[in-house]
């Protein structure tokens, strides 16, 4: 966990004003760990609440890969594989061989150049815009606020450590 930015998000982040009411800093005055840990637990649900309109992306095993490719953009993968001119031939070419591999491995989508390989495919005419779309309907997923930052799922115990660095049990309260 990067407690720095968890704990910018949680005192200036956007969520910041939800979080408020619950921060403990060390400045403030003491508090049993047991209303600490409450007031902790209320940030990392803050944090960790689904929202729609956030995304995260989640790998896409290649069996899952070949099922959308089998529905119409195969067609266009195998054409761009096989012209050398083509800008989308080797990333093209990467795909059928992964299509020959492991039906289970997994294509990260979470990555942000393998998007990028997808989006240059829609530019390059390799896929259509419904074929893109259902391709990234796929592989994401509606994040939480603290994936969409890059944060993991943040625990009570995470909070902890970021607003006071796991001070123990007498912590300050506001």
């Known amino acids: 966990m990067n407690y720095a930015a968890l704990r910018s998000e949680s005192l200036t982040g956007p969520r910041a ?5 619950y921060v403990i800093l060390p400045t403030d005055p003491k508090v049993s760990g047991a209303v600490a840990a409450q007031q902790d637990a209320a940030i990392a649900a803050i944090l ?15 069996a899952d890969a070949m099922i959308w490719a089998a529905s119409g953009p195969m067609a266009g993968i195998a054409a761009a ?42 530019a390059a005419g390799v896929i259509d815009a419904d074929q ?34 796991g001070t123990g049990v007498e912590v300050p309260n506001r």
């Open 17 to 21: 004003a939800e979080c408020a009411p």
């Open 48 to 62: 960790n609440e689904s929202h729609p309109t956030e995304l995260a992306y989640r790998p896409v095993s290649v």
């Open 81 to 122: 594989a096989a012209n050398p001119a083509h800008p989308a031939h080797a990333s093209c070419l990467v795909v059928q061989l992964l299509f020959q591999g492991d039906p289970k491995q997994p294509i990260e989508f979470g990555k942000p150049e393998v998007r990028a390989m997808f989006d240059g495919w829609l």
């Open 132 to 165: 893109h779309a259902e391709l990234i309907e796929i592989a994401s997923r509606t994040a939480s606020y603290a994936e969409a930052v890059g944060l993991a799922a943040v625990t009570g115990a995470d909070v902890s450590n970021a607003l006071r660095g």
